[in-house]
């Protein structure tokens, strides 16, 4: 069979056989065949509301009828992109902050980073451009979050990155300190996930965000959370660093913002680096994107953002996690996982020795239930709107596709 048109990320280019997905509803969707699947990831952990919500669509096609497209650049906004920015700034982990608007995590990250660099550079201080980041952080495939990876086989074959980025251990506070003495006042930010992600799962250990927190301070640098995973109600807050306590001075996000509906993602800027580019009236700032703020993407995100609160699905995120963490430690107590780590709705389970986690997931697709390989574990992230009974179906499945 030829290979198909559609060169598909993350996948083998060879790969000639794939699942049609024709339709959703709720925490279900269905492919050409009419085979059903609990959607154990929420797409790529973000259709937080579920899927074919008439709320959604319904907000789409109208902001479609009036204005689909027109662009933000100066002197032009729009009146979504205008909301949508107060609605994150009443909801933010910080106070007085602005919001920039892009289109993929990706590119939240890219700009963060960038950011950074400029806000010491108007402060005076252009010799700061050190980025650290850490072991297991995924922080987008562009070429800024590509150089941040903490996953090596990602950095790897594209030839030169972006300079002056480095990756420390994971969860090892002295060797982050350790950056802060070897390189003294070069480093620009520090770069993280408050939970990381698609690098397996992994919450942070107790003190660790704090204690970045408190190196940033004391060196003078930033603080980013990447929250494209964590952002908007996945651990029961609206933010993964109001769930730590910990205030950061620029937070990505994407994914769940707008659930997917739409892509969409952005940058929460927070008080310093607002003084610093509002500080010279006639400092223009260089940076955007076509789509940047985009009307349907940001009518999206209002809709969105309305059905979490009228739904309450932040607390819905805390039950679903429950629920989800109390039935994979059964399993772990049966023997059938060799770890079970989460927080909020965002768990993952290690396999046993000599069992291939793409296996079980191929096992549990036939069973009618869809999660995600992360090496030798399984994430699973749900829709906030999943029911009981499919949070116990996706463990049940679960441990048949280990057990075979």
């Not at 060169?7 to 049609?20: A, V």
């Not at 927070?270 to 009236?281: H, I, K, N, Q, T």
């Not at 009981?388 to 280990?402: P, S, W």
């Amino acid at each position: 069979m030829d290979v198909p048109a559609f060169l598909h990320p993350f996948t083998p280019p060879s790969r000639t056989e794939f699942i049609r997905i024709v339709g959703g509803d709720g925490a279900v969707v269905w492919d050409d065949r009419g085979n059903r699947y609990i959607d154990g990831l929420a797409s790529l952990w973000y259709v937080n509301v579920g899927h074919g919500r008439q709320e959604m669509i319904d907000a789409i096609a109208d902001q479609a009828a009036r204005l689909a497209a027109y662009h933000t650049f100066d002197p032009f906004t729009n009146e979504p992109a205008d909301r949508l920015a107060e609605r994150i700034v009443g909801i933010a982990p910080m106070t007085d902050t602005r919001v920039f608007f892009a289109n993929s995590g990706s590119e939240a990250v890219d700009t963060a980073m960038k950011l950074a660099r400029l806000v010491h550079r108007l402060e005076g201080h252009p010799e700061r451009q050190v980025i650290i980041s850490r072991e297991h952080g995924y922080h987008g495939t562009n070429y800024g979050g590509t150089s941040a990876q903490g996953i090596a086989p990602n950095r790897e074959g594209w030839g030169p990155l972006v300079g002056e980025v480095v990756n420390v251990p994971a969860n090892n506070l002295e060797e982050v300190a350790r950056v802060f003495s070897d390189r003294a006042g070069e480093v620009a930010a520090v770069l993280t996930e408050p939970v990381q992600g698609a690098g397996g799962v992994f919450p942070p250990p107790e003190g660790y965000l704090e204690g970045l927190r408190r190196l940033c301070d004391r060196h003078d640098a930033l603080l980013i959370m990447d929250e494209v995973i964590t952002g908007f109600g996945r651990l029961g807050r609206w933010f993964a660093s109001e769930y730590y306590g910990v205030e950061p001075d620029l937070v990505t996000f994407a994914k769940a913002v707008t659930s997917g509906y739409v892509p969409l993602s952005g940058v929460i800027v927070g008080a310093r680096s607002r003084a610093a580019l509002e500080a010279e009236p006639e400092f223009v700032f260089r940076h955007g994107y076509t789509y940047s703020g985009h009307p349907l993407g940001c009518a999206a995100g209002l809709a969105n953002l309305d059905i979490h609160e009228s739904e309450g699905l932040l607390e819905r995120a805390t039950h679903v996690g429950r629920r989800l963490s109390d039935g994979l430690q059964s399993l772990y107590a049966d023997g059938l996982v060799s770890d079970v780590r989460g927080v909020g709705a965002v768990w993952a389970v290690g396999m046993p020795e000599g069992t291939d986690a793409f296996a079980v997931r191929q096992r549990m697709i036939e069973r009618g239930v869809i999660v995600r390989p992360l090496g030798d574990s399984l994430a699973i992230c749900p829709p906030l709107v999943i029911g009981d009974q499919q949070v116990d179906t996706i463990v049940d499945v679960l441990a048949e596709a280990v057990s075979r």
